[in-house]
């Protein structure tokens, strides 16, 4: 150990010296290569947040010698930097193959310093006791908000991989931007045009990018706009929170005001994105007489009051025909090609909105000749330039065809409209509604590939996180669904045809205590909707009218509140099969009414988000059909001690529980042990749970067990040698286990382990190992993969895959 000591010491003096000349460097050529300068600034930027906890990181003695050979690759790789760094100065403009080389050396050392303090980090906080460890998350919190703030802030999104006729635009607008006497510029265009993706492109720009640096505030304001809303999200984005919850408009703009002083002197730049008709005077309640301080704001109306305005334009003939083809992949020669006049009417019809284009040639992207013919007979209507949104719908609705055989993918699409605008959309919500709605398969893979086929027609986007092979078939609690807000409009638009009794969807949005006319007319109102989805917002308090939904199968809420009280015509729903709650606010709401549950008989799901479980301690219910409950974000404490019944009465034949985001969590509640139907367990991101209850060898029919990113989880229970069904164990990213159970060979089904990202995992694996004779898959690191070597030998159809090095924050400490 003295040894290890000494050569840790050593390796500690030579990184923070590494790192010293390094970060002197930068500092000293920042200012002279002007080619070099956004990159260079980004990598000083990254070095001088983290140069403060440098000290630290080279006490981490022991833990650098264990990475001796990571600590001293970077250690070169630092010594390369800096003569690198000295070679930008004697780079000439016109060596243009050089300097693209150049920059994407110093990006990847930029990242590889961040990576390895990252996973350095994550080592010495499980290899010490509590004092150490809190000292360490202090660190682990300052690499958080180097990684987050790096660059382009996290809540710009990246503009999409393609995009045409815009480099112009972008020029002219960054441009207007930086003139000195503008502070308040508007960016204007119909829906549709590209004003959120010129806004991220402008993000991406080096010169932007050079200026700004990590100030550049991003907001989306949406239809129906709240400064409180508005400014929590930019505190929350920014690391600064209040003492206190905001309660009124003037506490938020003072807030705002604090954060912009703590920005400034340095250059800020607001971007107010997607602010509507009614809402104009809302930007000049965020100017500030601070120096270089900027608002940009975009809007489908051209607001008069604005002095400064940019007005976005259609793209021409030229680019709209290039759009037009790689929506519609012409250009990969297995679709079939109309005829170039065909072509360019069909472009014309479309008045050169870049939505349009794309949705357009994303339905007929691979489809036979007859259906372009068909279609071209029905859009034969020449030029269409779109004066209002009503026209714009019109004209999007001629892309929602399709074949018999995928009807549903056109209900899926309409779906989408359940949830709130700007808002992510949870993979997994979607898997549950639609494996009750239309009969889709448990695990999601025909839903993913609906989800698919609405991105590849540009009806919406499908971001889905990186997958092992594990993983592909089978987990998507971390994908989303992000929809442009003119394809939710028209996907509430095609659910809005029928009269409101009649819709087979229903679709409800409440601004403030306002109720739909047709809901307040009448005290019985009887709908036929399978679907129906509720979404209020934080000024909501009004109390309910009744519904009649005996047909409803899908319950979508969705609010802002810290209360939130459950409609009491959900007692007489039936056939409610699916019951999704979204909390969308910043803080854990409690959920009243919760006992009106226990009179559906047909109630298979539930996801619950935001919600604190504790306040359903009281309420809790049998809930005999119940068969999947998801919890997310979710403060969950001791909710399930002391309940009115026991967890094993009220989900007597529960199969599948995912827990993900609840950082309260410390111990799995022995109560869940009880529950023997459950096939599957998913506890994912809860940094806090240390320990499985013994009893969990009590789960005999339990199939799959995935315990990813639960990063002070130490060991799994020896009593897990009774799962003898099980035949998936995920323990990726827990940072803390030391070593396998000692009886894993026991596990006789299992067929996939994932043990990816456990650092502590170095000990040779216990000799039962040899015995688990059905294992045909093991996702690790390297370093673990050559523990698995000689077992190959024994176990012969075993695949040993090397997982991908990723920077993924899912481990650190919410």
Not at 120 to 146: A, F, M, P, Y
Not at 310 to 316: F, M, R, V
Not at 346 to 354: A, K, L, T, W
Not at 779 to 804: H, N
Request: proline residues 4%; contains cysteine; hydrophobic residues 40%.
């Amino acid at each position: 150990m003295a040894a290890a000591f000494v050569g840790g010491a050593a390796l500690g003096a030579a990184f923070g010296e590494g790192f010293a000349v390094l970060h002197d460097t930068v500092k000293d050529v920042v200012s002279k290569a002007r080619m070099f300068k956004p990159i260079l600034k980004r990598l000083g930027s990254t070095l001088n947040h983290l140069a403060p906890m440098v000290g630290e990181i080279t006490q981490l003695g022991e833990q650098l010698d264990l990475r001796k050979v990571e600590t001293e690759n970077l250690i070169k790789n630092m010594k390369k930097g800096e003569k690198l760094v000295r070679k930008c100065l004697k780079m000439r403009w016109w060596n243009y193959c050089f300097k693209v080389y150049y920059s994407s050396k110093l990006e990847e050392l930029d990242k590889e310093i961040v990576r390895f303090c990252q996973v350095d980090l994550q080592v010495h906080s499980t290899r010490n006791g509590l004092r150490t460890l809190v000292n360490v998350n202090l660190i682990l919190k300052k690499v958080d908000s180097v990684v987050d703030r790096k660059g382009v802030p996290c809540t710009v999104r990246d503009p999409p991989d393609f995009t045409v006729g815009l480099d112009m635009p972008m020029k002219e607008l960054k441009t207007l931007l930086l003139k000195e006497e503008v502070q308040l510029l508007l960016l204007t265009a119909p829906g549709g045009c590209g004003k959120t993706t010129l806004v991220q492109m402008l993000c991406q720009d080096d010169q932007i990018r050079g200026m700004f640096e990590d100030n550049v505030l991003f907001v989306n304001v949406s239809k129906t706009p709240n400064v409180k809303v508005i400014v929590q999200k930019l505190l929350n984005d920014n690391d600064m929170q209040p003492n206190f919850q905001i309660q009124s408009d003037e506490d938020a703009i003072d807030q705002l005001s604090q954060l912009l002083n703590h920005l400034s002197p340095n250059p800020i730049l607001l971007i107010l994105d997607d602010v509507w008709l009614g809402s104009e005077s809302l930007p000049e309640m965020f100017k500030f007489n601070l120096p270089n301080y900027k608002i940009l704001v975009t809007s489908r109306t051209a607001f008069p009051r604005f002095k400064f305005t940019y007005h976005l334009k259609p793209l021409d003939d030229v680019d709209a025909m290039t759009l037009f083809r790689h929506s519609a992949s012409l250009h990969d020669g297995s679709s079939y090609v109309p005829a170039e006049e065909d072509v360019k009417k069909i472009v014309r019809g479309c008045g050169g909105f870049p939505l349009v284009i794309k949705v357009i040639g994303g339905s007929l992207c691979g489809q036979h000749a007859v259906v372009w013919h068909s279609r071209l007979m029905k859009w034969s209507d020449g030029q269409f330039y779109f004066s209002s949104d009503t026209e714009l719908l019109a004209h999007l609705q001629k892309s929602l065809e399709f074949s018999d055989d995928k009807v549903i993918i056109k209900e899926c699409f309409m779906d989408l409209g359940s949830f709130p605008e700007d808002q992510r959309i949870s993979a997994a919500a979607l898997i549950d509604m639609w494996a009750e709605l239309y009969e889709l398969d448990e695990d999601g893979i025909q839903a993913i590939a609906n989800l698919q086929e609405l991105t590849i027609r540009n009806l919406a986007s499908l971001v889905m996180a990186r997958k092992d092979a594990s993983e592909v078939k089978s987990y998507y609690n971390e994908d989303f669904v992000t929809q442009h807000d003119i394809l939710r409009e028209l996907a509430m638009h095609q659910s809005s045809q029928e009269s409101v009794g009649q819709r087979p969807r229903l679709i409800i949005n409440i601004s403030g205590n306002n109720l739909p006319k047709w809901w307040t007319e009448q005290k019985q109102q009887l709908i036929n909707a399978r679907l129906l989805s509720i979404s209020t917002d934080e000024l909501f308090s009004s109390s309910w009218c009744n519904i009649q939904g005996s047909k409803v199968e899908v319950l979508v809420l969705n609010f802002h509140s810290k209360t939130y009280n459950l409609p009491e015509f959900v007692e007489k729903m039936d056939k409610l099969k699916v019951l999704i709650i979204n909390n969308y606010g910043f803080f854990l709401s409690k959920i009243c009414n919760f006992q009106l549950l226990g009179s559906l008989p047909n109630l298979k799901r539930i996801r619950l988000e935001k919600v604190s479980i504790s306040s359903l301690r009281k309420t809790l219910v049998p809930l005999k059909s119940l068969k999947k409950i998801s919890l997310f974000m979710c403060n969950i404490g001791k909710a399930f001690e002391n309940c009115t019944i026991q967890v094993s009465d009220a989900f007597s034949n529960l199969t599948e529980i995912n827990i993900d985001y609840c950082n309260d969590l410390e111990e799995l509640p022995i109560g869940l042990c009880d529950i023997v139907h459950l096939k599957k367990i998913s506890i994912t991101n809860c940094h806090k749970l240390y320990a499985l209850p013994e009893e969990i060898g009590k789960l005999v029919n339990l199939e799959v067990l995935r315990l990813r990113s639960c990063t002070d989880l130490s060991e799994l229970p020896d009593s897990i040698r009774s799962l003898h069904k099980l035949s998936i164990l995920d323990i990726s990213d827990c940072l803390s286990i030391m070593k396998l159970p000692k009886h894993i060979g026991e596990l006789c089904n299992l067929k996939e382990l994932n043990m990816k990202g456990c650092l502590r995992l170095r000990t040779q694996f216990p000799e039962s190992i040899m015995d688990l004779e059905q294992l045909k898959l093991v996702v690790c690191d390297e370093e673990r993969a050559r523990l698995w070597e000689p077992i190959k030998e024994f176990l012969t159809e075993l695949k040993v895959e090397v997982a991908e090095k990723d920077i993924n924050l899912n481990w650190l400490p919410k």
